[in-house]
């Protein structure tokens, strides 16, 4: 099927203002979006800028605001979308570095900013640990959807709230905070608490659910976020990981032996 791919260029050492550029070839069954662009950038404009890595929707590279939704290009089939015309543009809500390269700084700032990692009740068992921290599948399941976050940017491209207001964490920076906030190993709740407790973080989100709907891996940001707020409100604490003593005089399975410490 011939298609025309409609393309965001903006080189800013040259241009004024972006636009789009008309890009038509034959797409056979089965090639992505991302194909296609490799297509076009292999066989008829090496200028094009993109970001590419896995194919495979892992890395989060390729997301893309394509056809006026953000999805990821390589799990994108282009005939799926039903229409001989695709516009393809760099996700917004980000300044765009160049044609459909967006700069995620925010991104990753926020997603910093909120203490992505455990934090443990005892600095030194995780400096020398002396042992490991039970949990049990159930608890595991309390934070397991939230931590498939591939950090592709997409929910933060859906959301209405970050366009109007750029302090606000976001989807993706609030729904990491709450997957360690609800992992049983983890003591920082409260540092997190802190850091979103205010006008513009956390109470800021109006639940428009966008950010669920662009997901690519049904990480459902809008429920961490609700699931956050009741935390505030919820008076119980939720069981912390038992530490099991390491059995160092049982012999290693199969006579493997771990690796020291790197760190």
């Not at 203490?115 to 600095?123: A, M």
């Not at 992992?183 to 973080?201: I, S």
């Not at 049982?250 to 006579?255: E, S």
């Amino acid at each position: 099927m011939k298609v025309t791919f409609k393309i965001w260029r903006y080189d800013p050492a040259k241009d004024v203002k972006p636009y789009f550029q008309d890009y038509t070839f034959d797409v056979k069954e089965g090639m992505t979006v991302l194909d296609c662009l490799y297509y076009i950038k292999e066989n008829i404009d090496a200028t094009l800028a993109f970001r590419a890595s896995c194919r495979m929707g892992i890395c989060g590279s390729c997301a893309m605001y394509i056809n006026k939704k953000p999805r990821l290009a390589c799990e994108t089939q282009a005939l799926s979308l039903g229409t001989d015309v695709i516009e393809i543009a760099p996700l917004p809500n980000y300044k765009n570095i160049k044609d459909l390269v967006p700069d995620l700084t925010p991104l990753f700032e926020k997603h910093k900013n909120v203490k992505p990692y455990i934090i443990p009740e005892n600095e030194q068992e995780f400096i020398n640990p002396t042992g490991e921290y039970s949990q049990t599948p159930a608890e595991l399941e309390e934070y397991l959807q939230f931590a498939y976050c591939i950090k592709c940017g997409a929910c933060l491209a859906a959301c209405p709230t970050v366009g109007t207001t750029p302090d606000f964490p976001g989807p993706q920076a609030l729904a990491q905070a709450y997957r360690y906030n609800a992992d049983n190993r983890d003591f920082g709740e409260k540092e997190r608490k802190v850091q979103v407790d205010n006008p513009k973080g956390l109470w800021r989100c109006h639940m428009a659910g966008a950010c669920a709907e662009a997901c690519p891996k049904g990480v459902d940001p809008a429920l961490a976020i609700q699931l956050f707020k009741r935390s505030f409100f919820f008076t119980g604490r939720k069981p912390k990981a038992r530490l099991i003593p390491l059995n160092k005089e049982k012999p290693a399975r199969g006579g493997i032996k771990a690796p020291e410490p790197t760190v």
